[in-house]
């Protein structure tokens, strides 16, 4: 697993720079612009949740696009690479990598137009490409009201139960993960069981991309951080799917 695929966050990386604004750049805008334009043509809402008719839309983006795609682009990059880019940056060379990895553009047309654009004093003389398309402006808006959902109705009933005492897995991670680092091999109390099933499209590597049950796992922070840095009285929560839950404890 690398460093970037723990969710819970690591130590001894120094102070983290703190900063209010959501976008510091004008080009982040851009990017994020870009990404939620992708995620509302990904060809997967034709089966999403509310239904889109994606074939009735005039768009030449044919690919699938969602936040597990974003986030797989974003920590495919080396982990020293990782830790030195802003947030953007990180989402820049993911979507850059997809395009050129699915034939969007290339690697020398994506090197030329970049070298036009930082050419001193071409930013603000050479407008950017614009198509105006109604439909998919559309279908844009629509997406970012509506949304879509990974619920699913349940096919097979709930492997565990409330109250019962459960060991976390530590499956192979190649890619991103929604378990977080510090719960793998720990051992938890299923306290919630959530209704229905739930996806996370189109889904890394562990299995994510099958709808299932998901729980709400109690830990006890002594079992986690040990008795030194743990908060007396507490407790801590994970919301978990069904996947990394290896199995109960007698």
Not at 10 to 39: C, N, Y
Not at 122 to 148: A, H, R
Request: charged letters at 25%.
């Amino acid at each position: 697993m690398k460093l970037q695929h723990n969710l819970g966050g690591l130590q001894g990386l120094g102070p983290v720079d703190f900063q209010k604004k959501v976008f510091v750049e004008s080009w982040e805008t851009r990017i994020f612009g870009i990404h939620t334009a992708m995620m509302a043509l990904s060809t997967h809402l034709d089966g999403s949740l509310p239904d889109y008719t994606m074939s009735e839309v005039p768009s030449t983006f044919k690919d699938i696009w969602t936040w597990a795609d974003l986030r797989r682009g974003a920590e495919s990059i080396s982990p020293f690479a990782y830790f030195q880019y802003r947030y953007y940056e990180k989402w820049l060379g993911g979507i850059s990598g997809f395009f050129i990895e699915k034939g969007y553009i290339s690697e020398d047309e994506l090197a030329e137009f970049t070298a036009k654009y930082l050419k001193e004093g071409n930013m603000s003389t050479i407008p950017l490409p614009f198509k105006e398309e109604q439909g998919i402006d559309t279908q844009i808006i629509k997406y970012l009201e509506e949304g879509d959902s990974g619920r699913r109705n349940p096919e097979n009933p709930p492997i565990f139960q409330t109250g019962q005492k459960v060991k976390i897995a530590d499956p192979d991670c190649n890619e991103h993960t929604r378990l977080p680092g510090y719960l793998r091999n720990k051992i938890g109390t299923i306290d919630l069981v959530y209704p229905d099933c739930y996806a996370y499209f189109p889904g890394p590597s562990d299995s994510l991309q099958t709808p299932q049950v998901s729980y709400s796992v109690k830990f006890d922070p002594k079992d986690i951080w040990g008795k030194e840095y743990s908060e007396p009285g507490s407790m801590i929560y994970a919301d978990l799917f069904e996947c990394y839950i290896a199995s109960v404890i007698d």
